[in-house]
Each structure stands twice: as structure tokens, then as C-alpha cells.
């Protein structure tokens, strides 16, 4: 059975790369039937607090990835925090050492920086000389029994590594870029190629789906399997998410976490759609999939190779597109959950049925969010803002004024209750009673009504609102 895991180093808000991680995971493992593990790399102690794990815990069911075992929800493999597994890791080390597949390196940090610069001034490549590397066994015992600290490293075979990854195909690494690299430090700390492997391995984990960025860890991990016995997994690396200028994305290219987006008012689904057509191409020229259609479509064959460039303007007009298609009610509820103080300050008070109503009036025009609570202030507060110079512009307009004075004078035959096929017709019938193109037709009414020339059908405006307030707004906009 497919096996594939999410193990983030819990060091705050998830990164759209990682998400985008976390979310291929998931859709690979649904698709093929499988289970969807989540693990803790938690070994920064000083960053890994209970309070980013919370953080980034809400971020993922936030998305809605649902892990099938580990952290909270347990398992046949666990435990599942890195932290919690230091004996295992420990019993694997001793194995490597008894075996000679790995050796204790008493170098100093002194040491070994000057071993660095003396081949960096003969312009070579540094790598590790192995002065202990055939250390005898006695030798060993009088350090460790003076307290000499040591790390441990791993005896590295004169061979190249390649590694078959199901989106980049065959990459080899050759022999000459490998030295016997540690694998746990000198405070008897893994490394964290040391411990993924064993937590992978012992985890069953079939296949390893993760960044770009660590492919170069590939091959060490490589040795790592073969020197413990394991077999080794199928790794599928991800191509990287790109800043429009094609550097690394980052905070300086503004909201770049998970948490970020939720905050700036963007719905989960409309993530994960944006995020998963970033680097991966559908059979078809599609745009828009829900979560199980995704699941249904998902291959790692469709996954390229090139990294791919993040536009939030693309993000925010498919939020744009995604808050159009929600019903208000659950619109309601995540304003009332994330957005508590600024929903209480728009419409507090207010009867829900009547907020509801605002709500599906104003979500069309929405990009994100927040925005309801600006579109729809002027629907349900009784006095309208006009905020924007173009609007301001189309209501100062002549042919403003000769709109609304004709609707004032034929106030009464607008059919108010008579339903909607009524009022579409008389809204249609405006164009031949008033000669202008449609554009300077309805644009004053709609900035009467509700403040801005681009926003709701006309039709649904006089629909919403009620004839007094109408006749009111019509009223003072024509005083403008």
C-alpha cells in the first residue's frame, strides 16, 4: 500500500512551498488508495514550540488535509514526534559503529576549519580527510574514556549514487562529491538525514514526495539505507515555488504562509487550486477542481520539472472566483470565526437573514473576504458612502442627474413586490424610456443605490433593498 508522509520542522506558519508539499502528499496518497502520514521534525528545540505546533496544526486542517496516522491520532509506527524518538535512533547508530559502517571523529571544530581553509588556498573542493577514520580500537577507548567529544560518520563507498525520481527521472551524483559526512553530532543528536531515514523506513513509507531543495540530500540518504539495510524508497521531488522576478519566493514578496492568506481572507479551496496548478498540469485546459476532483486526477506524472512562478493577482482572482460560487451561509460563518471584530462592527445587530441577504448580494464582487464588509456597508446601513473618485465622477455626471430625476418622477411604477421577472423587465424597459447607452444608464443608478459604479445587478438592488430606502438614496444623490 502507498505510504507517504508530511513531516514540517514546527517552527511557525506553513510556507506556500510547503503547503503545496503537504497537499501533493495528500492527493497521491487519496488517489492511490493509501495513507497519509504526518510526522514531527522537531529536533530545532529552541524554534519547534507547542505554540508554532499549534500553529502549523491549524494551518493543515485549516486546508483540510486530513492525516490518516500520526501526531494526536497515533498509529503502528509511532511515536511520531523526532523528539520522542532518540533511543531508536540511538540503537541504529550503535549498529552502524559495531558494524564499522560508521566511525566516531574526535576532530575539533579548530581542527576541521583548518583542514577547510588549507584545501580551500590549494583551490580544491573541500572534504572531510578522514583522520579518523582508522583510528584503532584502543586509540578509540582512550578518548572516549578521556571525555574527548566526538561526532559520528558514516563510511562512505568510492561509488556514485543514482537515484530514480519519478519526476526528474535518473540524477547521478558521483563518488567524488560524497565524504564520510557525519550523521550525528557531537551531543549525541542525529542529524536530520540520519533520523528521516530511520523514521522513514521504520514508518513503512513507500514514497518520499517533498522540495526540490532536497535533492541533494538524496544520496546521502541513499547510503544511509543501504549501510542500515533498508530498502529504499521512491522519492518524487517537487520543483520550486518562484517570486515573478524567478528568485526564491519570500516575505519580501509579500503574504507567503498559509496563515498569511487565511488572515488576508482567502478561502482554503481556493489555495489548494491555486497551489496544486503550480507545478502540476491536468489532462485539460481546466482551471477550477474541487478537492475530490483533484483527488481523481492526480498524478505525479503531471508534475514538471521547471519551477513555478507565484502570482498572487492569479490567486486573488480565482478567490475571486471561488467566493462568487459559495453559498452565504458558510460565508457567514468563517466572517463570524476569523474575522469576529471587524464582522461585529459591520453587522452587529443586523438580522442574519438580512446579513445573509447582503452577503450573497456583495459576494460576486468580492476579492477576498474583508471586502464584504466594505461592499456590503452600503446595503445594510441606512446612509450610502461613495468612497471612490470614479464613482464620484459618474455621479456628478449629466446624464447622472437626467437617470435619477426620471426615476423620481416615475417612482411609482417601479414594480416593487411583483417579482423578479417584473422587475427584470422594467430594468430592461429603462433603455428604451432613457437614451443612453447603457454604460452612463446604469452606472448612476448603481452608485445611488450603492455607493460604487461597479457591484451588484441593478436588478438585484432594487430587489434587496427596500422602496423607502430606494426613494431616499435616489433622492440625495440627485442633491449631489
Request: charged share 30%.
Amino acid at each position: 500500500m502507498v505510504r507517504v508522509r508530511y513531516a514540517p520542522s514546527p517552527t511557525g506558519h506553513i510556507h506556500v512551498g510547503n503547503a503545496r508539499t503537504a497537499i501533493f502528499n495528500y492527493l497521491y496518497a487519496r488517489h492511490e488508495g493509501g495513507a497519509f502520514i504526518m510526522r514531527l521534525d522537531d529536533t530545532d528545540l529552541e524554534r519547534s514550540t507547542e505554540e508554532n505546533i499549534d500553529s502549523m496544526l491549524d494551518d493543515i486542517r485549516w486546508l483540510g488535509l486530513n492525516w490518516d496516522e500520526g501526531f494526536l491520532k497515533g498509529g503502528d509506527f509511532g511515536p511520531y514526534r523526532e523528539t520522542e524518538r532518540k533511543p531508536l535512533y540511538d540503537t541504529y547508530l550503535q549498529q552502524l559503529l559495531d558494524e564499522d559502517k560508521a566511525y566516531r571523529c574526535f576532530c575539533t571544530k579548530d581542527e576541521l576549519e583548518a583542514e577547510r581553509r588549507k584545501v580551500e588556498a590549494e583551490h580544491r573542493i573541500y572534504r572531510y580527510g578522514g583522520t579518523c577514520a582508522h583510528l584503532s580500537a584502543e586509540q578509540v577507548e582512550k578518548n572516549i574514556a578521556e571525555g574527548k567529544p566526538y561526532a559520528v560518520r558514516l563510511r562512505i563507498p568510492q561509488e556514485d549514487v543514482v537515484v530514480h525520481d519519478l519526476i526528474r527521472g535518473d540524477v547521478e551524483f558521483k563518488s567524488e562529491e560524497f565524504d564520510d559526512f557525519v550523521i550525528a553530532r557531537q551531543n549525541g543528536i542525529p542529524i536530520y538525514n540520519f533520523a528521516t531515514v530511520i523514521d522513514d523506513a521504520l514508518m513503512k513509507i513507500t514514497h518520499i514526495i517533498r522540495a526540490e531543495e532536497h535533492l541533494s540530500n538524496t544520496p546521502r540518504q541513499v547510503f544511509i539505507y543501504r549501510a542500515l539495510g533498508f530498502d529504499v524508497p521512491q522519492f518524487a521531488h517537487v520543483s520550486l515555488i518562484l517570486a515573478p522576478d524567478h528568485s526564491k519566493l519570500s516575505k519580501r514578496h509579500g503574504a507567503v504562509s498559509v496563515g498569511d492568506y487565511r488572515l488576508e481572507g482567502y478561502l482554503p479551496e481556493a489555495l489548494i487550486n491555486y497551489l496544486v496548478l503550480l507545478g502540476w498540469s491536468p489532462k485539460d485546459d481546466r482551471e477550477f477542481f474541487t478537492v475530490d476532483e483533484l483527488i481523481k486526477e492526480f498524478s505525479l506524472g503531471g508534475v514538471g520539472k521547471s519551477g513555478a512562478v507565484f502570482d498572487k493577482k492569479k490567486l486573488t482572482w480565482m478567490n475571486h472566483m471561488y467566493l462568487g460560487r459559495k453559498d452565504a451561509a458558510s460565508i457567514l460563518t468563517i466572517l463570524k470565526g476569523d474575522f469576529a471584530d471587524q464582522y461585529a462592527a459591520a453587522f452587529g445587530g443586523l438580522p442574519e437573514d438580512k446579513t445573509l441577504a447582503a452577503i450573497d448580494l456583495t459576494k460576486g464582487n468580492a476579492q477576498v473576504l474583508p471586502d464584504i464588509f466594505r461592499l456590503a456597508r452600503n446595503i445594510v446601513q441606512p446612509d450610502v458612502v461613495i468612497t471612490d473618485e470614479k464613482s464620484q465622477e459618474v455621479i456628478g455626471s449629466p446624464e447622472a442627474k437626467q437617470v435619477l430625476q426620471y426615476l423620481m418622477e416615475h417612482f411609482a411604477a417601479i414594480p416593487f413586490g411583483q417579482g423578479d421577472d417584473a422587475m427584470s423587465s422594467w430594468v430592461e424597459d429603462l433603455r428604451n424610456q432613457i437614451p443612453l447607452p447603457a454604460k452612463k444608464l446604469y452606472s448612476p443608478i448603481r452608485v445611488a443605490l450603492f455607493g460604487a459604479k461597479d457591484g451588484p445587478e441593478i436588478v438585484k438592488l432594487f430587489l434587496m433593498l427596500e422602496p423607502p430606502s430606494i426613494h431616499e438614496r435616489l433622492q440625495k444623490a440627485l442633491a449631489l
